[in-house]
């Protein structure tokens, strides 16, 4: 397929680090250098269904298709305040969507796991033009009394819309099951047989653990994508990096001797939004008219799961 409407939406709540230092043992001095970021959009009075309809009427706009001409609709969210029924149809109401949704929680990679499926369905047969939508708002999973986490994360929604073509160029989706680096638990309603202790628990990680991970899966999974492209370094555009923390950024930059300007960024002021970032941060340098036909983007995320994900585009 080939991506031909982008779009995003985010909280117009900004909340800067000396705003949190009002509440939190915390300031900027102490999160810029460690995370890159300086402010994030929150949600406040918007629900997330209504971000996610913005994006994708964006994209379609973008794309020139009404809701109609849409036949296949992925929705990448981790956690919303609906159990069921799934966003995808939350979402596909408020558009006037009437075809098959899918909901996936793949976290911080899911775009790229969306493009593998409207891709693997595309060459079945089975899609002619596809929404993908990424919605998340990661700030209500943490808690606000952990400086550690609460610091990171971002709200907003991506989306693009796909149709035939052959610019998927490859992707490349990649697992470690480690379920204790990331993870949230919340309790489920009571019935009277449960007699195990069950608990909610706000986002856990581990850090370094997962710094680590990121800048493996990223660096050699873009390479091997490469590699099993036929394709150098020199050929991409832009590396679309997942907005996580400037410092797994940067060591991906650098392992990679690639330069500073292939390497667009958001996370100064957005944070990091799990899988929204990637389809905000193409939407955003799309519209700053940064890409051209014919440009190489290579995609890379990693998340919970721990998963991680790399796609070479060209626009």
Aim: aromatic share 6%.
């Amino acid at each position: 397929m080939r991506i031909i409407g982008t779009g995003s939406s985010l909280p117009k709540k900004i909340v800067t680090n000396d705003m949190l230092s009002g509440f939190l043992d915390t300031s900027d001095e102490w999160i810029v250098p460690r995370t890159g970021i300086r402010s994030r959009h929150v949600i406040s009075d918007e629900n997330l269904e209504d971000l996610a309809a913005d994006a994708a009427l964006k994209a379609l706009d973008a794309a020139g298709m009404k809701p109609s001409d849409i036949d296949y609709f992925v929705c990448s969210n981790v956690v919303n305040e609906y159990i069921t029924p799934g966003l995808s149809c939350i979402v596909a109401g408020k558009i006037g969507l009437s075809c098959p949704c899918v909901d996936i929680n793949c976290a911080c990679p899911g775009f790229i796991y969306a493009l593998d499926i409207v891709e693997s369905r595309w060459k079945a047969g089975k899609v002619r033009n596809a929404l993908i939508v990424c919605a998340e708002e990661p700030t209500r999973m943490t808690s606000w009394q952990d400086r550690a986490t609460c610091v990171l994360f971002g709200d907003g929604a991506g989306a693009v819309v796909l149709t035939g073509g052959d610019n998927i160029r490859g992707i490349n989706l990649h697992a470690e099951p480690c379920p204790d680096k990331i993870w949230q638990k919340r309790t489920l309603e009571p019935t009277p047989y449960v007699t195990k202790e069950e608990i909610s628990v706000p986002l856990q990680m581990k850090g370094r653990e997962v710094f680590r991970f990121a800048v493996n899966a990223s660096t050699t999974q873009v390479e091997a994508l490469l590699e099993e492209c036929g394709m150098t370094k020199s050929q991409v555009t832009y590396y679309m990096v997942h907005q996580a923390n400037a410092r797994i950024i940067e060591a991906i930059k650098q392992y990679m001797a690639e330069p500073d300007e292939k390497f667009p960024s958001n996370i100064s002021d957005h944070g990091n939004s799990s899988s929204a970032s990637c389809a905000i941060l193409l939407d955003e340098t799309v519209r700053k008219g940064l890409i051209k036909k014919g440009d190489i983007l290579v995609f890379s995320a990693f998340g919970a799961g721990l998963l991680s994900a790399a796609a070479i585009v060209e626009w």
